[in-house]
């Protein structure tokens, strides 16, 4: 079982900023994947960005957002800067990577809302 605690949303007029946390903790050996979705009001849960050695972004947020980790601490971040009202939504943490056993395991956490007014 790999626990997440996700912090910092909050609303924000747009073209401010805004920095998610996402601390993972429990029976995790290696993580090999972090990333964070989103998922707006009647809308699918979709991918922001993801690192895994290297970085990703989906393109609607390239430039705007930065993703990053603390190895040691087992937490990911993502830098949210020019938001826009359309970047409103619940976001989700996800890591992927191995238990002590070496055995695959995955986990979302809890969601946080940012809500962007124009």
């Known amino acids: 079982q790999v626990q997440l605690v996700e912090s910092g949303g909050g609303e924000v007029q747009a073209g401010g900023s805004l920095r998610l946390s996402c601390a993972a903790s429990g029976n995790t050996f290696m993580i090999n994947s972090m990333a964070w979705h989103r998922q707006a009001p009647g809308k699918q849960r979709e991918p922001v960005a993801s690192?895994?050695?290297?970085?990703a972004y989906a393109a609607s947020v390239k430039g705007r957002f930065t993703i990053s980790r603390d190895n040691a601490k087992n937490t990911v971040y993502l830098q949210m800067s020019s938001l826009k009202p359309e970047d409103t939504a619940v976001y989700f943490c996800y890591v992927e990577g191995l238990d002590r056993s070496l055995k695959s395991v995955e986990s979302w956490g809890q969601g946080t809302q940012v809500t962007v007014s124009s």
């Open positions: 690192v895994d050695g290297k970085t």
